[in-house]
T-cell receptor, first 113, second 112 residues
Framework: GAGVSQSPSNKVTEKGKDVELRCDPI?????LYWYRQSLGQGLEFLIY????????KSGLPSDRFSAERTGGSVSTLTIQRTQQEDSAVYLC???????????FGPGTRLTVT | GENVEQHPSTLSVQEGDSAVIKCTYSDSASNYFPWYKQELGKRPQLIIDIRSNVGEKKDQRIAVTLNKTAKHFSLHITETQPEDSAVYFC???????????FGKGTRLSVIA
């Protein structure tokens, strides 16, 4: 079946612009996660959605970052007024039930120039 | 909150040798411990996991052990092969509806 998909695969933007990253989780998965991975680094947790509960936003690095999940499915991560330090791969993952077996998407590579 | 420490950060082994990666966690109530493998340029994938009511789990050449008293768990890879070269992440799941807490990763290189 279809896995987790993300779009775009690559995004180059100028400093100060806003960007939107999209994640399509596996159908039926109730949990959705966003992570950030800088080159050669670990998985930095950003935000977690579980069903209709309020999201866990404890990992968002600043108020320039926000995310929403519409209809319990597709999620969008928005970064406002991008900075060079935002350059990284943004990974989305979903699981049938938190915390078991997260399936990761291919990521969006964001480059802020 | 939960804190996961992972060691070593890099590990090189000869092909055919064993590799061991260790993680410690801080929250004694954590109850689920997965390991993810990320090959270069690819996405992380779950390779094995263990729950707190089990002390050891094996799947072919990989095994995970859990010591709840000491709050540490380890990944063991036997008869390593070049395709085992990757970054491995451990994680722990605190109780309640909270996400996994990941370690910082171990870069394993298997030298042919």
């Amino acid at each position: 079946g279809a896995g987790v998909s993300q779009s775009p695969s690559n995004k180059v933007t100028e400093k100060g612009k806003d960007v939107e990253l999209r994640c399509d989780p596996i159908s039926g998965h109730t949990a959705l996660y966003w992570y950030r991975q800088s080159l050669g680094q670990g998985l930095e947790f950003l935000i977690y959605f579980q069903g209709n509960s309020a999201p866990d936003k404890s990992g968002l690095p600043s108020d320039r970052f926000s995310a929403e999940r519409t209809g319990g499915s597709v999620s969008t991560l928005t970064i406002q007024r991008t900075q060079q330090e935002d350059s990284a791969v943004y990974l989305c993952a979903s699981s049938l039930v938190n915390p078991y077996e997260q399936y990761f998407g291919p990521g969006t590579r964001l480059t802020v120039t | 909150g939960e804190n996961v420490e992972q060691h070593p950060s890099t590990l090189s082994v000869q092909e055919g040798d064993s590799a061991v990666i260790k993680c410690t966690y801080s929250d004694s109530a954590s109850n689920y411990f997965p390991w993810y493998k990320q090959e270069l340029g690819k996405r992380p994938q779950l390779i094995i996991d263990i729950r707190s009511n089990v002390g050891e789990k094996k799947d072919q050449r990989i095994a995970v052990t859990l010591n709840k008293t000491a709050k540490h768990f380890s990944l063991h890879i036997t008869e390593t092969q070049p395709e085992d070269s990757a970054v491995y992440f451990c994680a722990a799941s605190p109780p309640g509806n909270t996400p996994l807490v990941f370690g910082k990763g171990t870069r394993l290189s298997v030298i042919a």
